[in-house]
């Protein structure tokens, strides 16, 4: 069973940056799609960046492009999420998730997830 752990998250005032990071507990996670996904309150969780396995393509929310950027590394088994210029907008409890052969927007294919990492973006 693939356990991914989030870290990362926090407390951050309009315009500035955090990055996020999700480890992973296999090696098979190498080979996985991944995403991060965010759930504010009373919102549905929606994509918030994807990567396929290899790395050669990525996807974003329209609201955050130009200001997120994913990342992985396989050899270490990560996928960070670097995130600048953040709004308050930007609020949610942020999840990493991963499977095999799922790139894309839609969350319930992916069937590994982490915990979830909040992020508050104060104005």
């Known amino acids: 069973q693939v356990q991914l752990v989030e870290s990362g998250g926090g407390l951050v005032q309009a315009g500035g940056s955090l990055r996020l990071s999700c480890a992973a507990s296999?090696?098979?996670?190498?080979?996985?799609?991944k995403a991060w996904f965010r759930q504010a309150p009373g919102k549905e969780r929606e994509l918030v960046a994807a990567?396929?396995?290899?790395?050669?393509?990525?996807d974003y929310l329209d609201s955050v492009k130009g200001r997120f950027t994913i990342s992985r590394d396989n050899a270490k088994n990560t996928v960070d999420l670097q995130m600048n210029s953040l709004k308050p907008e930007d609020t949610a409890v942020y999840y990493c998730?991963?499977?095999?052969?799922?790139?894309?927007?839609?969350?319930?294919?992916?069937?590994?997830w982490g915990q979830g990492t909040q992020v508050t973006v104060s104005s």
């Open positions: 296999r090696r098979t996670f190498s080979g996985y799609d």
């Open positions: 998730a991963a499977g095999n052969g799922v790139y894309g927007r839609n969350y319930r294919a992916y069937g590994y």
């Open positions: 990567i396929t396995w290899s790395g050669s393509s990525t």
